[in-house]
């Protein structure tokens, strides 16, 4: 549960991100997707979403971009929101925090977008604060660890069942890490969300 679905202390560490949206009188989910975008597996999600007619936020590694402009403006096209998730996927606290905005910076002139994540969701609290001064800080309620290889995808699909919550923000990867399992478990976890009442929305912008 540590992973999947972080604990308080740690939120409380880093009261500028943003880690669930509850909504009043309404269930919602929001679906985000991690590390793309790339063609082998974002175009899937984007066609899988739009058979549901539902929206989510896609977090982008810049070099992934820089490779595959064309899908984020496909991205932009079918209406998700998009965020920034640094340029090399670099993780916050095995870099300086000169280089790790930089990176984030360098991958701004790609994404142009107000909405930042950092990989592994792991950051110094330095960071964070300066991060604060120019995007806003998406963080997560749920990670499903489709990536993992310890998982298969009925065990992703329990995660997002027994962890889903009003205003989870749930962490998907559209990777090729991810690709055997989410194939799976993300139509899934989609109906399940929808038969539970909830509207799955992308994060704002």
Do not use: C
Not at 13 to 24: M, S
Not at 91 to 107: F, L, W
Not at 141 to 168: C, I, M, P, Q, W
Not at 189 to 203: F, K, M, V
């Amino acid at each position: 549960m540590l992973i999947e679905q972080p604990p308080l202390l740690y939120r409380l560490l880093f009261p500028e991100a943003v880690w669930r949206i509850k909504r009043k009188r309404r269930k919602v989910a929001y679906l985000t997707f991690d590390d793309g975008p790339i063609p082998e597996v974002t175009p899937w999600v984007l066609d899988l979403l739009d058979h549901y007619g539902v929206k989510a936020t896609f977090f982008l590694v810049g070099d992934n971009v820089k490779r595959n402009p064309a899908l984020l403006e496909e991205i932009k096209r079918r209406g998700h929101s998009y965020g920034n998730h640094t340029m090399h996927h670099l993780q916050g606290r095995k870099v300086t925090s000169h280089r790790y905005m930089r990176d984030i910076t360098e991958a701004d002139t790609l994404i142009d977008s107000p909405l930042f994540r950092p990989p592994h969701g792991l950051i110094r609290w330095s960071q964070a604060k300066a991060i604060k001064n120019h995007y806003n800080i998406v963080m997560y309620d749920l990670v499903t660890r489709d990536y993992s290889k310890r998982l298969n995808a009925d065990e992703v699909f329990h995660n997002v069942k027994r962890y889903s919550r009003n205003g989870s923000i749930i962490v998907f990867h559209d990777s090729l890490k991810a690709e055997n399992n989410l194939r799976s478990a993300l139509p899934r976890s989609i109906e399940w969300l929808l038969s539970q009442g909830y509207e799955l929305l992308p994060i704002p912008m």
